[in-house]
């Protein structure tokens, strides 16, 4: 995870071209810059959505070509941290920069490489208030530590990034049941706080046993039990949706689903329940792009295609 603590320098220009006016430096994002790279080279066309982004937002930088040349594969860092590139149309690419509730507020600066050029885009990330949960768990679910085969089973699929793209158009909702704790919440638990933790994902307080749907199309890259060791997230199920976006749906009471099968949006995945690390049924939803746990509602509002 990059958390961006020093400020940036808002003066970033791009070859020939003054990004930013400096009076409406901080009113947003830049939506669309067209890139001249020099009299040798072909020009690019890069936009970044959303306008106005705020913490936990997954930020969307698009790299076009706007001649009939082809690209070759940029890439796109913030800080020191690279960001792939995937194509998804003839001479356009698209990378996806995350945001978390544990990074501060403030300008980033997103750098594009191709073809040997580097250009400069500044983007500011508006702070978002999160609020603070006390949650008691009862004997037996406080202190659960999770098991070395858990973790390395949810941090491969957290990992993954297929260069296909299954989703299309809005993500759809995984479960009938109310939200019960958002995302980006901080939480004490059994009164300690825990540091450097946020809720990362969306809760719906299903009842026991209701269905559970695939929110986008995608390739089932994980199948985890109780039986196996799964002590924190209970029985999972992990959704490889492409490029670097991945679903995880936790503490399910039966599966439906096994490692390998493609599904379609809306199709059954499983039921609510409470296993793991739990306080009663609910499913959580948590999604990642790119490593990093987003907020799963811009996703479902809009299209990020």
Do not use: C
């Not at 949810?154 to 049941?177: D, H, S």
């Not at 939480?187 to 929110?215: L, M």
Request: hydrophobic share 35%.
């Amino acid at each position: 995870m990059t958390i961006m603590r020093n400020p940036i320098n808002p003066e970033n220009k791009l070859s020939g071209f003054s990004i930013i006016n400096h009076a409406k430096m901080f009113i947003g994002i830049i939506a669309a810059v067209p890139i001249a790279l020099n009299s040798s080279a072909k020009a690019l066309e890069v936009q970044v959505l959303p306008k106005n982004p705020q913490l936990g937002d997954t930020i969307s930088v698009v790299i076009e070509a706007n001649t009939s040349e082809k690209i070759s594969n940029p890439t796109v860092t913030v800080g020191e941290k690279i960001y792939p590139a995937f194509g998804i149309a003839p001479r356009k690419y698209r990378s996806f920069v995350p945001t978390t509730p544990l990074e501060q507020a403030g300008v980033r600066t997103i750098k594009v490489f191709e073809n040997g050029q580097e250009q400069n885009l500044s983007v500011k990330v508006r702070d978002r208030k999160f609020p603070v949960q006390r949650i008691t768990l009862p004997p037996g679910k406080a202190g659960v530590n999770a098991t070395k085969y858990e973790l390395k089973r949810v941090k491969e699929l957290k990992a993954l990034q297929t260069p296909e793209k299954y989703w299309n158009g809005a993500f759809l909702t995984p479960n009938a049941g109310r939200t019960s704790t958002k995302y980006g919440v901080r939480r004490y638990y059994n009164g300690k706080f825990a540091k450097d933790y946020y809720h990362r994902g969306q809760d719906y307080a299903g009842a026991e046993g209701s269905t559970v749907i695939t929110p986008a199309p995608g390739r089932v890259a994980l199948v985890g039990k109780v039986s196996q060791g799964f002590r924190v997230h209970g029985n999972v199920v992990g959704i490889d949706h492409g490029q670097g976006v991945i679903s995880i749906f936790m503490h399910l009471s039966r599966i439906d689903v096994k490692e390998g099968d493609f599904v379609q949006a809306g199709q059954k995945i499983g039921a609510v329940g409470s296993t793991g690390a739990s306080t009663g049924p609910h499913l959580h939803w948590g999604l990642y792009v790119n490593g990093q746990s987003v907020d799963p509602l811009p996703w479902k509002s809009q299209k990020i295609d």
